[in-house]
């Protein structure tokens, strides 16, 4: 892979205000008691009434007192809402070009000056917002759902169909992106967001496999899990009713995160010219557009082609682990303190 | 438990330190060789001693050029390695043909004082101080015996050669005396592009033991390693990936040069060249074109230069049964002619980097047939949208807009079918811009296209040659004798093997003998006149919207003299007149 | 442990097999590399047909593959189908540059990071913890690429606009194939190394600073410091050299997925490594330079893996491999 994919795998990820993917073990071993059934206590000043809450509603009140994690979401309600609504909100066409005003810088006319052809710059980011939604939100939710049976079926039965999904993700792990990539789009045709999406699917799901095969080896010898075993509870219950409730919270934040991660492959990819082809508005490609044409007509240099999608890309994707970092302190049960 | 972490952590240095340092060392070692290929000697070590300012420049009487691509070896018949920065360096300055191209496009007579040809046969004279300096030997003129090896390895079918056409055409030789020698065609095969025949002859004698596919992977050299040449210059040493020098041949026929030796430097990519060329570390640059390259349009010390090349940039139409049915009709294909605005498409395209380049009026390509003229037969479909409007209704097509509009959404309806068409092209830049361009501008007129980008892999592999597209981007590669024209244009019959390179399955029986007669001609004027009776019906039947031809860029600093002739836009490329380069003040 | 290495190992190569085989099998699917020689309309079918069957085209796909396996034992990965030239002699320079940069800003970042990382950690919550914080999430946030291209066009701007060459923009040394070790070189591979310290620095630093939080937490951190040990030793004795467990791994990983070449930041500054190699192998669709690329990617990656669980298990007693 290149190195901007940052694949959510490695090992103890402790706990406590951090940033990154959530804890996963090695080759089977527990690691990280990542189970916690059951409501927090809530401790509250003596002589208040003691307010029965779900655990959820302590996971809400914990995101919402994290103040980056509402920065991160407000910026990703106002990116994604521009994304959703690129038809309504950009000015121009984005392929419409205008010969007359190639490469000039940002104005009132366009915000984002334009590019080699005098198409908005604007409009075009606009739309790759758009494309980088789709592409990051397709990848993290569908890997995170072939990732969390393949890794629930690995955990849970363990034994040869564990070591057999195991070696089939190490396999994945030393398959060329690229090389799939461009195959890929050299038989299916032009490399739109979604058959990018679904190559990157394949590659994405080990992350959520392992965190969840990590969850469930370590939980499917606990004694309530062997209780209702006893009491006749078929396999299926036991995976969806008692074990599977306890990898969400590292199943929502890990997804969260992988749409930031999806988001800079993709864009990689295509700066490449392995990903999303033209026509088809990428925020990697146009960058890889402003490298093409770094100068204006004059001789100067276009700041405004580079500058723009990039730092686009940056803020979505800090905005997408804000969040997911606020997750992890809502969910993570292990947290043992309080931010104050 | 602290013991252990060190232990591993001076354990990982040492592996670290073992990588970092064997990396390090072959590193810097030159790749090894292949037993059996000879080399020359490496770069490094003349690079080291070719000084780095102007004034020792001068004084030693040696210059620096940027070569943009690495090349794959020197051998120019070879498949593999037919590549322009291989027969810039190793084609015109180090091995010479019969014929030398100039800048104009005129064929001057190089090697050979006298050329005669007819239906039968072709004779060479040698000039008599034609002669091969092969180092280390005594010197060999160069002899009839040459041409004949030369024609006898690009024919021989174990031989990969990029193209042998021209070559399998001769029947037998005949030396007269070492000077003189006759090729005789096969029955009915005269080929007329006989001045394309031998540019580049090899030294049969100094080759002995070698195979074709083998020689000069990584030198210009007879077959005990070292360096031989019959032009002004020979290839004294060269490493893969980092440069090779030429130094002067004392022993050519011609004037000899003015410049002791010439380093050409690779480098690979446009930031760096930019770079060397405006900080004065190389003195000469003939990049492919880039937008990036307008910073050196108006630098004081640089003269930059552009030329059109001989890459004819077209689209195809596809008439035959692959394509959409309406193509088949004239009116569309006029409309769609009509419908693009090819000179605001060069300018948005090549403005910064080519000023004043031209669109190709002409299907045919020939050598200085520009813009206008009279050969300009394709002007009359220049850029007029409201004529293909009125065109299109005139046929009855319906439900298109009533004139020109930029945001325009309806699509023609002819006879029951729209007007929506497949655009494929390959996924170079330019393409990928052009593809956008015209979208619009004929979605301007209520003709859809869908564009379909592809690697060139498929698209040359699959796409073109199956017939299997509508509308098709790419380019040809010509030359200044108007030739292979016949695969392009000639009726399209893979049993008989003719028109193999014709996807766009035009036929027309007139063009086909007129074509055919071009071919026999030897008389070169009255083979353009036929040529260009063929262009004007193809241009007329718009088989082929000709687009332009990409600009050939030649920078070099102002001090460096006799370079002004020396953009030259065939494959001889810019070192055609190395020889007369010098420093003046 | 030996059992469980030689087990890994053993394990490993069927995956190898099967990694190898898939990809043979996509890129010779991706097209046909001969196609190109179709833009001179003259080309010659004899010498089309001529490489299609030396390069082995027209045999089934399965049937290249072992000759390909074949060539990987007794050539030494065989020949590029491009030029034809022995492919190992490239293989060896190309990595031979990339490990090269990619130690150094690795060893950069790492240290950057675990210093910066402890010293967050230890002092939690301050400006100093929030400003780093900052940066590693922004460390976090930026596309390889993006970074890249931003050095590059300011650095060119420097040389063009002031003359003034402070570090170079593209390239390994001023004439490829110089010396490795050199002034010349390291003003070269300056910028890539940045780019590349700037993001694996962010991973480390939060990797230790978490890792240090998790450690100062713990209950035998709070004993020592009941029993009245000095800050610093507890710091450094006991708190340091367990967090400093899964760092290791992390790094392991780390460098085992760039060995693969860090290819984006190889392409924006033009570098001749192992990246920049494969990059260009797939676009002339050279299948048996493609191929010895991804032989020794996938090797390099399942050697660090082993090695990182191997490090995880040796430096961690709580692990036990059987």
């Not at chain 1, 508005?281 to 007509?297: C, R």
């Not at chain 2, 943009?68 to 010479?96: C, H, K, M, S, W």
């Not at chain 2, 630098?299 to 890459?311: C, D, G, R």
């Not at chain 3, 079918?45 to 290249?64: E, I």
């Amino acid at each position: 892979m290149t190195e901007a994919s940052r694949p959510p795998q490695g090992p103890l990820a402790p706990s406590d205000d951090s940033l990154f993917p959530s804890a996963q073990g090695l080759e089977g071993e527990n690691i990280a008691p990542n189970s916690v059934v059951g409501a927090v206590d809530d401790t509250h000043a003596a002589g208040l009434e003691l307010k029965v809450r779900s655990q959820w509603s302590y996971a809400r009140m914990r995101f919402f007192r994290h103040r980056l994690a509402l920065i991160g979401l407000f910026g990703l309600v106002v990116i994604f809402g521009a994304g959703i609504f690129a038809g309504l909100i950009s000015p121009y066409s984005y392929s419409e070009i205008d010969l007359n005003h190639i490469i000039q810088g940002p104005s009132l006319a366009h915000y984002f000056g334009t590019d080699a052809l005098g198409r908005d710059q604007f409009t075009r980011v606009i739309w790759g917002i758009r494309t980088s939604m789709e592409v990051g939100v397709f990848v993290a939710v569908v890997s995170t759902f072939v990732g969390l049976v393949i890794g629930a079926v690995a955990g849970y039965y363990g034994g040869w169909l564990d070591n057999l999904l195991m070696r089939a993700t190490d396999l994945v792990l030393t398959l060329p992106l690229l090389a799939i990539l461009l195959t890929a789009t050299a038989l299916l045709g032009q490399g739109n967001q979604w058959r990018v999406s679904l190559i990157l699917v394949f590659f994405f799901w080990t992350g959520i496999a392992r965190v969840v095969r990590g969850i469930f080896l370590s939980l499917r010898e606990k004694e309530y899990v062997e209780a209702a075993k006893a009491s006749g509870a078929g396999d299926a219950r036991l995976m969806f009713r008692h074990i599977l409730p306890n990898t969400l919270g590292p199943i929502v934040v890990n997804a969260t995160l992988a749409v930031g991660t999806a988001i800079l492959v993709e864009a990689a990819l295509s700066f490449l010219n392995f990903g999303i082809k033209p026509p088809t508005p990428s925020l990697g490609v146009l960058v890889s557009d402003a490298q093409a044409n770094p100068n204006t007509p004059t001789g100067g240099i276009a700041w405004w082609l580079t500058i723009f999608p990039g730092l686009t890309i940056v803020v979505i994707v800090l905005c997408v682990n804000f969040v997911g970092d606020g997750l992890r302190d809502a969910l993570d049960p292990t947290q043992r303190r309080m931010r104050a | 438990m602290h013991r252990r972490v060190w232990f591993l952590a001076a354990a990982v240095v040492a592996v670290l330190g073992l990588t970092g340092s064997a990396a390090a060392v072959t590193a810097g070692k030159s790749s090894s060789s292949n037993a059996s290929s000879l080399h020359a000697a490496p770069f490094a070590k003349a690079w080291a001693n070719t000084p780095r300012t102007p004034a020792a420049r001068a004084a030693k009487k040696t210059m620096v050029f940027g070569l943009e691509q690495t090349v794959t070896g020197f051998n120019l018949g070879n498949a593999d390695q037919n590549a322009f920065y291989a027969a810039i360096v190793a084609g015109t300055p180090v091995i010479r043909g019969t014929y030398i191209i100039n800048n104009k496009g005129k064929y001057l007579l190089d090697m050979a004082s006298k050329v005669k040809a007819s239906k039968k046969s072709l004779t060479i004279w040698i000039k008599k101080n034609a002669n091969w300096n092969w180092l280390g030997h005594k010197s060999k003129p160069v002899t009839a015996a040459d041409y004949i090896y030369t024609w006898k390895i690009i024919t021989d079918p174990t031989s990969n050669v990029a193209s042998a056409v021209g070559y399998s055409n001769i029947a037998r030789a005949k030396a007269h005396g070492k000077k003189r020698v006759t090729f005789f065609w096969k029955k009915g095969q005269a080929f007329a592009d006989y001045r394309d025949l031998f540019g580049y002859v090899y030294p049969g004698f100094a080759l002995k033991g070698q195979k074709f596919n083998d020689y000069w992977h990584n030198c210009v050299c007879g077959n005990d390693g070292h360096p031989i040449s019959n032009g002004p210059f020979y290839m004294s040493s060269y490493t893969q990936g980092q440069g090779m020098v030429l130094k002067k041949n004392p022993k050519w026929y011609g004037a000899k040069a003015k410049l002791n030796s010439i380093a050409f430097k690779i480098i690979t990519d446009t930031n760096s060249e930019i770079q060397a060329m405006r900080g004065g570390e190389v003195d000469a640059i003939t990049p492919s074109p880039e937008s990036a390259l307008s910073t050196l349009v108006h630098q004081k010390n640089l003269v930059y230069s552009a030329v059109p090349s001989f890459t004819q940039e077209h689209w195809d139409i596809e008439v035959g049964p692959g394509g959409a049915p309406l193509l088949k009709k004239l009116f569309i294909r006029q409309a769609i002619a009509l419908g693009m605005n090819r000179p605001s498409l060069i300018n948005a395209l090549y403005g910064g980097i080519a000023p004043g380049l031209k669109p190709l009026n002409n299907t045919f390509y020939e050598f200085g047939s520009p813009a206008s003229g009279k050969f300009a037969y394709f002007k009359k479909y220049n850029f007029n949208q409201k004529n293909a409007i009125s065109l299109l209704k005139k046929h009855g097509c319906t439900g298109g807009p009533s004139s020109p509009s930029a945001g325009n959404n309806n699509v023609w309806t002819c006879g029951g079918q729209k007007t929506e068409f497949h655009f494929d092209t390959t996924s170079r830049a330019s393409r990928v811009q052009s593809s956008q361009i015209f979208k619009q501008q004929l979605m301007a007129i209520g003709i859809k296209l869908d564009v379909g980008i592809h690697d060139p892999a498929s698209f040359f592999g699959t796409i073109l040659p199956n017939a299997n597209f509508d509308l098709g981007e790419y380019a040809w590669i010509g030359g200044p004798d108007p030739s292979g024209f016949d695969a392009i244009y000639q009726c399209y019959d893979a049993a008989k093997n003719l028109g193999g390179s014709n996807y766009k399955r035009y036929c027309s029986k007139k063009v086909d003998s007129l074509i055919k007669k071009g071919e026999a001609n030897f008389n070169a004027n009255k083979r353009t006149a036929q040529y260009q009776q063929a262009a004007k019906i193809t241009s007329n039947s718009i088989a082929v919207i000709p687009l332009y031809a990409p600009p050939q860029i030649f920078v070099y600093k102002k001090a460096l003299q006799g370079a002004s002739k020396s953009n030259n836009p065939t494959s001889e490329g810019p070192t055609w007149n190395l020889q007369s380069w010098h420093w003046g003040s | 442990m030996l059992t469980y290495i030689v087990r890994r190992i053993l394990y490993s190569i069927p995956v190898l097999f099967f990694s190898t085989f898939l990809s043979f099998i996509f890129v010779a699917y991706a097209g046909n590399p001969l196609a190109q020689l179709r833009s001179n309309p003259r080309f010659s079918q004899q010498t089309v047909d001529n490489m299609t069957h030396q390069l082995h085209l027209d045999l089934p796909v399965v049937q290249r593959y072992f000759l390909w396996l074949q060539d990987v034992f007794t050539h030494k990965l065989g020949n590029s189908l491009y030029t034809g030239q022995a492919l190992w002699p490239q293989i060896t320079r190309t990595m031979g540059h990339t490990a090269q940069f990619i130690i150094i800003s690795e060893v950069l970042a790492l240290i950057l990071g675990v210093s910066i990382g402890i010293y967050s950690a230890i002092r939690q919550y301050s400006v100093f913890d929030y400003l780093f914080t900052s940066i590693s999430f922004l460390g976090f946030a930026m596309p390889t690429f993006w970074l890249a291209l931003l050095l590059q066009i300011t650095f060119t701007d420097i040389f063009l606009h002031y003359n003034v060459r402070i570090f170079y923009t593209s390239g390994l040394n001023s004439l490829p194939g110089g010396p490795a070790w050199s002034w010349d070189r390291m003003q070269h591979l300056a910028l890539p190394i940045a780019t590349l310290c700037i993001i694996s620095f962010a991973l480390y630093s939060r990797y230790m600073r978490a890792s240090m939080l998790d450690v100062i937490n713990s209950d035998y951190v709070r004993t020592a410091r009941a029993k009245g040990v000095s800050e610093w030793r507890v710091i450094m004795r006991h708190v340091f050299r367990n967090a400093l467990i899964p760092i290791t791994t992390v790094a392991a990983l780390n460098f085992g997925a760039l060995l693969g070449g860090a290819i984006v930041t190889e392409t924006v500054f033009s570098l001749d490594g192992i990246g920049f190699f494969f990059i260009q192998s797939l676009q002339t669709l050279d299948l048996y330079a493609v191929m010895a690329y991804l032989l020794i990617t996938a090797i390099a990656v399942v050697v660090f893996n082993l090695i990182a669980d191997i490090a995880y298990g040796f430096l961690d007693p709580r692990i036990r491999y059987d």
